[in-house]
């Protein structure tokens, strides 16, 4: 049995198909005409370009738009001007088109691959798609044709790049491993989408797994089982066969109002990063959006989006949102997340350094641009505002000051905006915890960001294997400082909710009614599941579940007695 990342929920039971990696040679000393060869790199960008552009349209097509986007990035990164430039610079200096893009893009990686974020790690990973597959079109080698693989295929790859995860047939696809990648790669991303089973990050399963051999995934607990017994073949099958059913089950949950099973409502949000990702909150029954996270329109660019250009990515997620609230978190950005453009000092402690509201604050152009954008667009629908990494009243006193000084600019111009736009914080330290009493009298709500709340609670590098045994939403100090945050929220009267991860953990479901959450923001897929299991608890049975679990002494006390229950 091997284990890895539970990167998309699931069964699946078939043979294995090793996608093996193509050796990519060329002669790196070979003579140039270097304007031909400008020309032949030109030419070959415009091919890829267009080929890229057909697999955005099948997968739109055959996936979605949101899917879509995720090949169409690869055209803005290959044609990004500061990519392309030192590509063309470097075929200046006597170098082929294939060592000068291999050479381009591996320094970009290198750049991408050093940052301690998973999303600028991710952007490495398509930079590394981008040149294999400009490299093979470049030498005239052939891709691997997934979409000729047979029926009950479980793909083995050392990495599936959205390139090949956009060529799959889904009928004949029934399961995915690889040897790296986690739960927010773009091909995580695909799978999911696509329902197929994926199981991430397995050790060494390149060189441990063969061809043809029969296998299992369970893409849920993320484990695979090669050559099963004939007993945990009828187990597994018996166990895909209930999860089919609890799915088909779900659909009943599509257009539910959210309340639990003694009809105590609450609001059931979807968490998105672009705006047209504010479509498959509708889609799949969500009730607003508890956070649209707005570095994406940053780090998608090789220069800062304008105040325009910020204006009509919030308008459009907000027309898409029809009236129903939209959370929109000001820029999260600094240390830790390096955007060539912006120019931000490296910092040995990114985690604890310069970033989010404290870099937005000393940059005063940079946020007036994204507040006054925020503040024209919040004339199109429910706009709320919150602001990132708050530590002290001073912060969130500041970004209101600054907010009214630029409701008077725009009155003076005669934009409109919603005057009574609401500014909330996010409560992700200790330090807020702290005073979550002081804060809740001055923002209009409360949204708990959980992973970074545990990361700084336990003082722990979620990143590194040698202390991620601590890293738990379980852990009885977060346990209680949720409970606190909830605590000073509701004796302000005001709204509180939750846009971690933890707010999809239906262990943590009937604790977090007890405590008095308002709102569950979740990621799209996770709505249906986060509405049944709300509809299952009783908030009576929510109460005797809490207090139980808060006299519990260790994580993994309360881990087991939560999935008891």
Do not use: W
């Amino acid at each position: 049995m091997y284990h890895g990342i539970a990167a998309s929920i699931g069964i699946g039971i078939g043979h294995i198909v090793l996608l093996k990696e193509s050796v990519i040679e060329y002669d790196k000393g070979k003579a140039i005409d270097v304007e031909g060869e400008l020309e032949r790199f030109e030419r070959e960008l415009e091919i890829f370009t267009e080929n890229t552009m057909r697999v955005a349209e099948d997968v739109r097509a055959r996936i979605g738009d949101k899917e879509a986007e995720i090949i169409e990035g690869q055209v803005m990164i290959a044609s990004d001007p500061a990519l392309k430039t030192e590509v063309e610079t470097a075929i200046k200096s006597g170098k082929c088109a294939e060592q000068a893009m291999e050479e381009v893009c591996d320094s970009f990686i290198q750049m991408f691959s050093a940052i301690e974020d998973e999303m600028m790690r991710q952007r490495a990973s398509d930079i590394h798609d981008i040149k294999i597959r400009f490299l093979k079109q470049l030498l005239g080698i052939q891709d691997v044709d997934i979409s000729k693989v047979p029926a009950e295929t479980i793909l083995l790859a050392r990495d599936l790049t959205p390139s090949m995860t956009a060529g799959i047939v889904k009928e004949n696809v029934v399961g995915i491993i690889t040897e790296v990648g986690g739960v927010t790669s773009h091909s995580a991303i695909l799978a999911r989408a696509l329902e197929i089973p994926a199981v991430l990050s397995v050790e060494n399963c390149i060189s441990n797994l063969k061809d043809t051999q029969q296998a299992i995934i369970d893409g849920e607990k993320g484990i695979v089982i090669i050559d099963p017994s004939s007993e945990q073949l009828e187990e597994y099958e018996e166990k895909q066969r209930k999860y089919k059913q609890e799915k088909k089950n779900l659909i009943a949950f599509q257009n539910m109002q959210t309340k639990t099973a003694d009809g105590v409502a609450v609001e059931l949000f979807g968490n998105i990063g672009t705006p047209k990702e504010a479509q498959a909150v509708i889609d799949s029954g969500g009730e607003g959006v508890g956070l649209f996270r707005t570095e994406f329109l940053f780090m998608d660019k090789s220069s800062l989006p304008s105040e325009e250009e910020q204006f009509e990515a919030y308008k459009e997620a907000t027309t898409i949102m029809n009236g129903k609230p939209i959370i929109i978190r000001t820029l999260d950005i600094g240390g830790d997340k390096e955007i060539p453009y912006l120019k931000i000092q490296k910092e040995d402690n990114p985690f604890l350094g310069y970033r989010a509201i404290r870099y937005c604050l000393d940059n005063s152009e940079i946020y007036r641009a994204q507040l006054r954008a925020l503040l024209r667009a919040s004339a199109f629908g429910d706009i709320r505002i919150m602001l990132p990494l708050v530590t002290c009243v001073e912060e969130i006193r500041s970004v209101k000051e600054l907010v009214r000084k630029y409701m008077t600019e725009l009155d003076a111009e005669g934009i409109a905006y919603n005057s009574k736009i609401q500014v909330g914080v996010m409560i992700e330290t200790p330090a807020a915890c702290m005073i979550a009493d002081l804060l809740a009298k001055e923002a209009d709500f409360f949204s708990i960001g959980t992973n970074d709340l545990t990361q700084y609670t336990m003082a722990v590098d979620r990143g590194n294997a040698k202390v991620a045994n601590l890293y738990s939403v379980y852990q009885p100090a977060v346990l209680r400082s949720i409970k606190t945050i909830i605590q000073a929220a509701k004796e302000q009267g005001i709204m509180v909710g939750m846009c971690g991860e933890a707010a999809s953990d239906a262990r943590l479901i009937p604790l977090l009614l007890a405590f008095g959450l308002d709102e569950f923001s979740v990621g799209s897929s996770s709505i249906l599941a986060t509405r049944k299991a709300i509809s299952e608890v009783s908030m009576e049975k929510a109460k005797e579940i809490a207090e139980k679990a808060l006299q519990l002494t260790t994580e993994r006390e309360v881990y087991e007695y939560l999935s008891e229950y």
